[in-house]
């Protein structure tokens, strides 16, 4: 039970000035358990929240800056001792507060920020004319929150945290990586997920896709087609789960799926075929013919779930332009690049529009340099995964990344590993098992020394935790895979062995 005496050290924190931030509001919030609905596995169903005092900021380092911030620290002995700071998804726009809240709810103290300003995640019209929000999203937010929450729990705790994390998925997994190259004292270990280490390129492989379902006439691939290509790709590549357990030697041909007479679902038109094997292949330069950033990978565009294909892909870009590509490449290319409210993304020149982007806003949002050095000096230990269904960030880009950091610093193993997780979508979801338990690991890696030789991924019956564990897998470090034993239950992370090389 929480005592007045920690009520009232929560409600003194109100009264205190900080560096660039000002404390808006505390209040100290009684424990309580519930029952939450939620789409992601990981957090739905029966939870728990100590007491904790929740305080909320905002920083203002420049006179154009507004970077909102909120921070929950455990009361009493619920506190587990660490720091865990969270990251944002697609553009920011809001403090991520169902993230705070899960790591609260294992005795952490957490922190979040809105990224500098307050907009829905597919909406950049704040960054038109606002260099400044633009670092702020960039990389200085959350490295405000970070030293504002650190002075927050001093003063409620009165003690500082005995280890610092961060972590985050797709643009948190962006905002963690820029974390371990510009502020590597910051985080002991971090976890960044679906990072898009080239984040201009990814955008403009967006608008790729977008130009590719838009180009010629009946190039559109309807969401009724969907089911047609992802049961001939699993056809070609796909293991009894219906999971690409390895896409690097997938080799699918979408012209399978040619019509041979009249169209129906079943069938692409060759417009269509040429549309899908271009999205397969990723953007190209039309000048030097060189990669922007890789396609998606074939084998999950029927998931059912908010970040596939449906969404991403086959929105009515016909008839409204509303996919998720197009909503994100159409803002960023307007409002980040261009600054221009009316720019159509169907004039994107894949030559010099991505030169433009990239000499604009890389060095602020993209997170690609390669080396480490300065992290590893210090220390940090990084943890880094993404998902080979993903239809969001390009898988590839993930294994890109890692190997010019090998080609930069040779052997990383000590204290940075890459975890590919088959059949798992943007962040978490996918028909493989896709709940994975790096927050725990990365604490072992620091605290113990012992670096995550395997991560463990499970599946839940039906999507939900409540309903039990229906399977698990191994994910080993990148470039091994997992293989099964020829004896044990296919279902059991016991029954796979760490080994075997993927394809370079």
């Known amino acids: 039970m929480a005592t007045a005496f920690e009520r009232a050290r929560c409600a003194a924190v109100a009264g205190t000035a900080l560096p660039h931030a000002t404390i808006c509001e505390t209040r100290f919030v009684d424990a309580e358990s519930t029952v939450v609905a939620s789409s992601n596995p990981a957090r739905a169903g029966p939870r728990s929240w100590p007491a904790y005092c929740r305080v909320l900021g905002v920083s203002r380092p420049t006179a154009d800056s507004e970077i909102h911030f909120e921070v929950a620290i455990p009361a009493g002995e619920a506190w587990n001792g660490r720091y865990l700071q969270v990251g944002n998804g697609a553009f920011a726009g809001s403090i991520p507060e169902d993230d705070i809240l899960d790591g609260l709810a294992s005795g952490y103290a957490v922190a979040g920020t809105d990224d500098g300003h307050q907009a829905g995640p597919a909406d950049a019209a704040w960054a038109l004319g606002h260099p400044e929000k633009m670092i702020d999203y960039g990389y200085r937010a959350v490295k405000e929150t970070s030293d504002a929450a650190r002075a927050v729990i001093w003063l409620f705790k009165g003690r500082r945290p005995s280890f610092s994390y961060f972590t985050g998925c797709s643009d948190g997994g962006r905002e963690a990586l820029m974390e371990a190259q510009r502020y590597p004292e910051d985080f002991d270990g971090i976890v960044a997920g679906a990072p898009p280490t080239r984040t201009a390129h990814v955008l403009a492989g967006f608008a790729w896709n977008v130009r590719a379902l838009t180009h010629l006439p009946g190039s559109a691939i309807p969401r009724s087609k969907l089911g047609a290509i992802e049961t001939a790709a699993l056809r070609a590549c796909g293991d009894m789960d219906g999971v690409v357990e390895d896409p690097l030697h997938c080799r699918f041909d979408p012209r399978v799926l040619t019509c041979a007479r009249a169209e129906d679902d079943g069938c692409l038109t060759p417009a269509q075929v040429t549309a899908l094997a271009k999205i397969y292949a990723g953007a190209t330069n039309p000048r030097t013919g060189e990669l922007i950033v890789p396609g998606l990978e074939p084998g999950a565009e029927a998931e059912r779930q ?199």
């Open 306 to 504: 908010p970040d596939g294909w449906a969404m991403w892909i086959s929105g009515p870009v016909p008839s409204g332009g509303s996919s998720g590509d197009s909503l994100l490449s159409t803002s960023f290319f307007r409002y980040m690049v261009f600054g221009d409210p009316s720019y159509d993304i169907s004039r994107l020149d894949f030559d010099a529009d991505v030169a433009t982007a990239d000499a604009k806003v890389a060095s602020t949002i993209s997170p690609d340099d390669p080396d480490l050095g300065r992290f590893e000096r210090r220390g940090g230990k990084l943890i880094h995964y993404h998902g080979w269904s993903d239809a969001t960030v390009p898988p590839r880009l993930s294994v890109a990344y890692y190997e010019r950091v090998q080609r930069t610093m040779g052997d990383t193993s000590s204290f940075y590993r890459l975890f590919m997780a088959p059949g798992m979508a943007h962040c978490d979801g996918g028909r493989g098992p896709d709940v994975l338990a790096t927050l725990d690991a990365i604490t072992v890696w620091v605290e113990r020394g012992a670096a995550p030789d395997r991560l463990i991924a499970t599946k839940f019956v039906g999507g939900l935790r409540s309903n039990g564990v229906a399977r698990t897998r191994p994910l080993c470090p990148y470039p091994q895979q997992a293989t099964w034993d020829g004896r044990g239950s296919r279902a059991s992370a016991d029954s796979y062995r760490c080994g075997s090389e993927t394809a370079r």
